[in-house]
């Protein structure tokens, strides 16, 4: 308790700078307004410390670019602006308002059926990619792509959600005919599944008549769950929500993320995948 008549100013630097660690990055910044006193502790670095994962240095060691900053928080906001690990294959960074840790796992490194078929998938570099190639669908009737992480190598206490990172190309076909299955599971417990349509958000659907009988047919045998809506990103990408989950830090458990269409024989291409985003929901 501060006494009657003193000002919280008043109290140590080092007091203030346990004060402000127990808070958030967001609150740092916030409080480094108020005024000189706080910008001077706010800019520490053990208050930095603090918002930063414990395995940063591990981090930065798989880092392809060597990271350069002078202060702690210099180093916070690097890592906030993404940066390439595990020889290009991933990308790590820091939520700016928690510093929880999100990553991306390229194409590269999912597990997509076909993969290696160059008559099924062409593997290429496109401007707009942060990674040095993606996956582009050239024709397939069993779309399959999962991916792989631990949760020890995320924030502890946090919900997250994992996305699949794409685009729909001009010449796509067969995509939205009937809803992909989409699941994920951690550890042992049960797999939660939903569905999505593999269609940009500003295309309209058509059906032809021919073919209309037979799509409702392949909907009956396609699991039941919510229907998750794909969504344009502030990036030019589209992501679509596999699934969320809780992860309490109390053990390094696999999270299986999937992507499966494979309901009878239907010819589809055109997909474009970056990867799986694993990032902490607000």
């Keep these: 308790m501060v006494a009657t008549g003193e000002h919280l100013y008043d109290l140590p630097e080092d007091c203030i700078s346990s004060i402000i660690c127990l808070t958030s990055p967001r609150d740092a910044l916030k409080l480094s307004l108020v005024s000189s006193i ?13 918002f930063l994962p414990s395995d940063w240095q591990h981090i930065a060691t798989k880092s392809v670019t060597p990271l ?37 796992m390229s194409a590269k490194e999912l597990s997509i059926l076909y993969g ?9 570099a496109i401007p707009e990619s942060r990674f040095a190639e993606v996956a582009e669908l050239k024709t397939i009737c069993r779309l399959e792509i999962q991916g792989k992480m631990k949760t020890g190598d995320l924030s502890p206490n946090t919900t997250y959600g994992a996305y699949l ?33 593999l269609r940009h958000p500003k295309s309209k659907k058509l059906e032809s008549l021919f073919y209309r009988n ?24 589209l992501e679509i929500e596999i699934g969320e989950f809780f992860n309490g830090g109390y053990g390094d458990e696999e999270i299986i993320m999937k992507l499966m269409e494979v309901k009878g024989y239907h010819i589809k291409g055109g997909l474009i995948i970056e990867g799986i985003e694993l990032r902490p929901k607000h």
């Design 38 to 50: 706080f910008r001077s502790v706010a800019e520490l670095d053990c208050v930095w410390d603090a």
């Design 68 to 104: 350069k900053f002078s202060s702690k928080r210099d180093l916070f906001f690097c890592l906030c602006n993404s940066i390439l690990i595990d020889d290009g294959n991933k990308s790590f960074a820091l939520d700016k308002l928690t510093g929880k840790k999100s990553y991306v």
């Design 214 to 237: 037979r799509v409702e047919t392949l909907k009956a045998r396609v699991n039941k769950g919510e229907e998750k809506m794909v969504r344009e990103r502030e990036d030019g990408w």
């Design 116 to 124: 290696d078929e160059p008559t099924h998938w062409n593997w290429k």
């Design 165 to 197: 990172l794409m685009k729909i190309s001009d010449r796509s076909f067969g995509l939205d005919s009937i809803p992909s299955e989409i699941s994920i599971s951690v550890g042992d417990q049960e797999s939660v599944s939903s569905t999505a349509y």
